[in-house]
């Protein structure tokens, strides 16, 4: 049965959610936006429509999920009289209390990823490091980690284009998830390089060993983000595909190589960005993803320097750069633990099926609060 405190906790919290979220300004912003889409001419530009439709949609968003948070922090208050009065059992003020705080937890996440390009999809890339077949390995369970944790939270994974092992695992692999808000969000705390420890299955003295991973989360754009790139400056390959596909994927050449003559605005600096696609058959469609995946990047450039810029790291916290080495997975010990955060679990198995949200939900509630203050 939860205690007096309990009950006060989510009821505050509720009540600061309230006030973070700006729920009466929202409320009246609501009416106003929605009001836009009932003009005569609204749908004459149909570009500017579907933005407004999706600001409005935004919107109501916010209000529907504390909505559900004041509706179920009332029916706990509730259940809790009800059961001074004996009109209902312990275990169902407990059920109501697990509802109430899942979805006020659900939102206080939600409220940290304030930045333009949190509620984007995601496109990952992971790299094996050195080690041959170890490293490669490695590359291949974290690749199913994320594909578990993305089919959990009903977003969808699209292989964009994968490099496999020598002997087991793989090279590299780029993929995009997508299909649902927050993906990048949400994944954005995974770049870095992740380090296994454990006993080898490919060493023949059973000796144990260590690997790296890097992984790599840039938000994937849409057509409602404006993006240059200057046509002068790309130039395409077409290749056979190779792996599954039947046939067909390896008598006509689908595959499609982008090259991208990038040139830092800043420094002068020069470099080519590659980028590869064998999603499909379809070389045109290929080429279109290959295309949104080069904005994608150009756009990842500019929000990273974006956040140099406002980066303010306070005293004692550990800045995150791209490449530092973020969490351990030592299966031997049964230990998985974030270097950034000191979260870490003993359940290696659940961790390795994709079950990262403790960790996940440890870095937005540390790291974001400074992130959601700057965008304001």
């Known amino acids: 049965m939860i205690t007096s405190d309990q009950l006060k906790d989510v009821l505050e919290r509720r009540d600061a959610l309230h006030r973070y979220l700006n729920i009466d300004q929202k409320k009246v912003e ?19 429509a579907q933005e407004q439709m999706k600001k409005v949609k935004g919107i109501e968003k916010w209000l529907n999920g504390y909505r559900e948070v004041n509706r ?28 109430a ?18 509620p984007m999809d995601a496109v990952m890339k992971i790299n094996s490091g050195a080690g041959g077949t170890e490293s490669q390995d490695w590359a291949s369970m ?3 980690m994320y594909m578990r944790w993305s089919e959990a939270h009903g977003y969808k994974v699209k292989i964009t284009s994968m490099q496999e092992g020598d002997e087991a695992g793989i090279k590299s692999v780029e993929m995009t998830i997508e299909g649902s808000e927050y993906a990048y969000g949400f994944l954005k705390c995974e770049n870095g390089v992740h380090r296994l420890v454990r006993v080898s299955p490919y060493n023949a003295q059973g000796k144990r060993m260590t690997s790296f991973a890097s992984v790599f989360v840039t938000p994937l754009v849409d057509d409602t983000i404006e993006v240059y790139v200057d046509p002068a400056r790309v130039s395409w390959d077409t290749f056979r595909s190779s792996g599954a596909g039947g046939q067909n994927v390896n008598k006509v050449e689908s ?10 605005p800043d420094t002068g600096e020069k470099e080519e960005i590659l980028i590869e696609n064998t999603e499909t058959r379809d070389q045109p469609k290929n080429r279109a993803k290959a295309m949104l995946l080069l904005k994608s990047q150009l756009y ?12 303010k ?11 530092s080495q973020i969490r351990s997975y030592v299966f031997d010990d049964r230990r998985v633990k974030d270097h950034r ?17 403790d960790f996940i939900k440890a870095y937005l509630m540390e790291f974001a609060a400074s992130d959601a203050a700057q965008a304001e």
């Open 341 to 357: 955060t000191n979260y870490q679990t003993s359940d290696v198995d659940g961790v390795m099926d994709g079950k990262i949200d």
């Open 101 to 118: 705080v899942e979805a006020v937890e659900e939102l206080e996440l939600k409220n940290m990823l304030r930045q333009e390009e949190d």
């Open 72 to 99: 179920l922090a009332d029916e706990l208050q509730l259940a809790f009289d009800f059961y001074k009065d004996e009109m209902v059992t312990e275990e169902e003020v407990d059920a109501d209390y697990a509802k």
């Open 300 to 311: 990842d450039r500019a929000l990273k320097k974006k956040q140099a810029e406002q980066a």
């Open 142 to 144: 974290l690749m199913r």
């Open 313 to 323: 790291v306070e005293a004692g916290k550990k800045k995150i750069e791209w490449g």
């Open 30 to 48: 609501f009416e106003e936006e929605q009001l836009r889409t009932q003009a005569p001419d609204f749908w004459d530009d149909p570009k500017y």
């Open 255 to 264: 595959g499609v190589r982008l090259r991208y003559q990038y040139e830092d």
